[in-house]
């Protein structure tokens, strides 16, 4: 599978990665410096979930494609040390080949009401640090797992509940990440990680806004404008149809970025404005995408990207 050609996979869009134009932005007749080489381009590997590729060929497909980075999901790091295969080594692989391990995804229950859930959650997460020292990894993401249906819960309360989760990463050299879930009764809009971020008392928790959620949640794109480069380090790329209501769309509706109702004429202004240095990730949980070819569709996203923020 790796052996294939990228050009027989899909006509010119090799010819596209290496030769596409780059032009800055005008934002309120201000030249933005954002320019997509000099973005960080990410691989989400939700995006090729359906493929059930392991995690090696993962980040060798993106590698390949063109990518600068990958956000593995922690059920697929966990497959691989089971298959008698190191981590550290993959990570060494990544690291020579200059793929960099921008983030990892995983679902600790860090907000539940149930305090034995959270303390268990809490220890299994010192466990998986330690796969994401092994592989590199710079970031964990946690979304407001175990509570997408409790409502009510104060956010100085989730502000405290997330502490501990973000005194155990950044003992390890890794960001924590709040990520908004837009369909969650609890997270679901930007101003609700920001609280937990700046609240939860270390300096060093960040946030993991998406495209998608935002319009879930009903934040719209505005409150990005509030943000730098160190509050906003990965922004997950993606569209959704205009015609569905916000509370009506799920992850499923999610297509390649410039497809959708997405206005990214505002997104390359506010990014290159205020968090010009944020990488970039792409992330579908679309099943037409998992039917393709992975490096298909790993390679489509990459030029879609690329064309939403050249203005293409």
């Known amino acids: 599978?790796?052996?294939?050609?990228?050009?027989?996979?899909?006509?010119?869009?090799?010819?596209?990665?290496?030769?596409?134009?780059?032009?800055?932005?005008?934002?309120?007749?201000?030249?933005?410096?954002?320019?997509?080489?000099?973005?960080?381009?990410?691989l989400n590997t939700a995006t090729i979930r359906g493929q059930n590729l392991p995690l090696d060929q993962q980040l060798k497909i993106a590698k390949e494609a063109g990518y600068d980075g990958i956000e593995p999901w922690l059920g697929d790091m966990d497959k691989y040390v089971a298959s008698g295969k190191s981590l550290a080594d993959l990570g060494k692989w990544a690291k020579d080949n200059n793929l960099v391990i921008e983030g990892c995804i995983g679902f600790p229950e860090w907000l539940s009401n149930d305090l034995t859930k959270r303390k268990n959650s809490l220890e299994q997460l010192k466990k998986d640090l330690e796969k994401l020292i092994a592989l590199g990894c710079r970031r964990f993401a946690a979304p407001p797992a175990g509570a997408t249906q409790e409502k009510n819960i104060p956010l100085s309360?989730?502000?405290?509940?997330?502490?501990?989760?973000?005194?155990?990463?950044?003992?390890?050299?890794?960001?924590?990440?709040?990520?908004?879930?837009?369909?969650?009764?609890?997270?679901?809009?930007?101003?609700?990680?920001?609280?937990?971020?700046?609240?939860?008392?270390?300096?060093?928790?960040?946030?993991?806004?998406?495209?998608?959620?935002?319009?879930?949640?009903?934040?719209?794109?505005?409150?990005?404008?509030?943000?730098?480069?160190?509050?906003?380090?990965?922004?997950?790329?993606?569209?959704?149809?205009?015609?569905?209501?916000?509370?009506?769309?799920?992850d499923s509706d999610r297509v390649f970025p410039g497809e959708g109702a997405a206005p990214w004429n505002e997104i390359r202004q506010i990014i290159g404005g205020t968090s010009p240095n944020c990488v970039i990730s792409l992330e579908l949980f679309n099943r037409d995408v998992w039917k393709m070819m992975p490096q298909k569709a790993i390679l489509i996203g990459l030029q879609k990207m690329k064309n939403s923020f050249e203005g293409k």
């Open 157 to 250: 309360e989730a502000s405290e509940r997330f502490s501990p989760l973000a005194q155990l990463c950044l003992d390890a050299k890794i960001t924590p990440l709040v990520e908004i879930w837009g369909f969650s009764s609890s997270v679901n809009r930007l101003g609700d990680a920001l609280y937990i971020a700046s609240e939860c008392g270390q300096s060093g928790a960040s946030i993991l806004a998406d495209i998608y959620h935002l319009r879930r949640g009903g934040s719209g794109l505005t409150g990005l404008n509030q943000l730098g480069s160190h509050s906003l380090q990965i922004l997950h790329v993606n569209d959704y149809p205009g015609s569905t209501q916000p509370k009506d769309l799920n």
């Open 1 to 42: 599978m790796l052996g294939m050609s990228r050009r027989a996979l899909i006509g010119g869009t090799s010819s596209f990665l290496a030769s596409s134009a780059v032009r800055a932005m005008p934002c309120n007749s201000v030249e933005i410096a954002i320019r997509a080489n000099q973005l960080s381009f990410c």
